[in-house]
């Protein structure tokens, strides 16, 4: 059974910063690439950085490009987000998710709260 | 970026009518290599993460029920559940992933008339 668990949320302060995990396990975590989401309190899902399974390539939102970092570790089946510079809009729940045959997310975790506040 | 748009943001249908939902992306979302159209559903309930529906705009996955069915092309699609159950009571998104950069619809609210 596939599993994802997110961890390292918490509350920051607007300039903080925070690294995001997600251990994965029942699938050949070396061979997906990986994606965060998040979910701003009552609002909708917002597409935030995937890395892939094959090259290594990272690709972020415009709203976290050059202030966000998305990593993964293939021994430790871990996929992690260092978020530095951290604003108010970037409070959020953020999902971690598995891609498919596609990049479609096929599994996702429960997800960990973030939020940014003085 | 590709711009998803659904329509309407909410929506009430009676228990066992159909509901419809629609997405139209900012350009096409269709590879002409392989005739696919980069394109998911996914269905949020209250509390719980995303579950996907539909993949490649018309493929169910595994154990959703056939009551749930995607359609169309391009830039216009539709999520149709054709009798209405209590348990679809959710938030409806749809995402591209044509480009490099996937993106979410805004959402729709799903709720029993």
């Known amino acids: 059974e596939v599993q994802l668990v997110e961890s390292g949320g918490g509350l920051v302060q607007p300039g903080g910063s925070l690294r995001l995990s997600c251990t994965a396990s029942g699938f050949t975590f070396s061979s997906y690439t990986m994606t965060w989401v998040r979910q701003a309190p009552g609002k909708g899902l917002e597409w935030v950085s995937y890395?892939?399974?094959?090259?290594?390539?990272?690709f972020y939102a415009d709203s976290v490009r050059g202030r966000f970092t998305i990593s993964r570790d293939n021994v430790k089946n871990s996929l992690y987000l260092q978020m530095n510079s951290l604003r108010d809009d970037d409070t959020a729940v953020y999902y971690c998710?598995?891609?498919?045959?596609?990049?479609?997310?096929?599994?996702w975790g429960q997800g960990t709260l973030v939020t940014v506040s003085s | 970026d590709i711009v998803m748009t659904q329509s309407p943001d909410s929506l009430a249908v009676s228990l066992g009518e159909r509901a419809t939902i629609n997405c139209r992306s900012s350009q096409s979302v269709l590879y002409s290599s392989n005739n696919k159209n980069y394109l998911a559903w996914y269905q949020q309930k209250p509390g719980q993460p995303p579950k996907l529906l539909i993949y490649?705009?018309?493929t169910r996955d595994s154990g959703v029920p056939d009551r749930f069915s995607g359609s169309g092309s391009g830039t216009d699609f539709t999520l149709t559940i054709s009798s209405l159950q209590a348990e679809d009571v959710a938030v409806y998104y749809c995402q591209q992933y044509y480009s490099t950069l996937h993106t979410f619809g805004q959402g729709t609210k799903l709720e029993i008339k």
């Open positions: 998710a598995k891609e498919g045959g596609g990049a479609y997310l096929t599994h």
């Open positions: 890395i892939r399974s094959s090259d290594g390539g990272m």
């Open positions: 490649w705009a018309s």
